[in-house]
Nanobody, 125 residues
């Protein structure tokens, strides 16, 4: 069982930056995926960034070039650096984890079985 706890959300003006953190109680396995997802009111949860045990990352088109996912193994912590924030980035942000098989990490929520409680990000224009 892996427990995930997000922090770092808040309110920021358009163009600003935030860094989200996700403290993990452990890893799903020696091969794993971690991901960041967002869910705006009335919309489905969508994956925006993933990282695997080899450090390979992927991003959705909507955040590519603005957001950066990273991990600190010493602290068992996942990060999402968010720059050039836009009002449309406003959402609840969740981190998620799963054991990885031979496939690359995807950004579909159905792939992940460990979830945090979320942290709210609000971007004003």
């Amino acid at each position: 069982q892996v427990q995930l706890v997000e922090s770092g959300g808040g309110s920021v003006q358009s163009g600003g930056s935030l860094r989200l953190s996700c403290a993990a109680s452990g890893y799903p396995g020696s091969m794993y995926c971690f991901g960041w997802f967002l869910q705006a009111p009335g919309k489905e949860r969508e994956g925006v960034a993933t990282v695997d045990n080899r450090g390979r990352t992927s991003y959705s088109d909507s955040v590519s070039g603005r957001f950066s996912i990273s991990q600190d193994h010493a602290k068992n912590t996942l990060y999402l650096q968010m720059n050039s924030l836009k009002p449309e980035d406003t959402a609840m942000y969740y981190c998620a984890a799963r054991r990885r098989d031979w496939r690359l990490c995807g950004r579909s929520q159905s792939e992940y079985n460990y979830w945090g409680q979320g942290t709210q990000v609000s971007v004003s224009s």
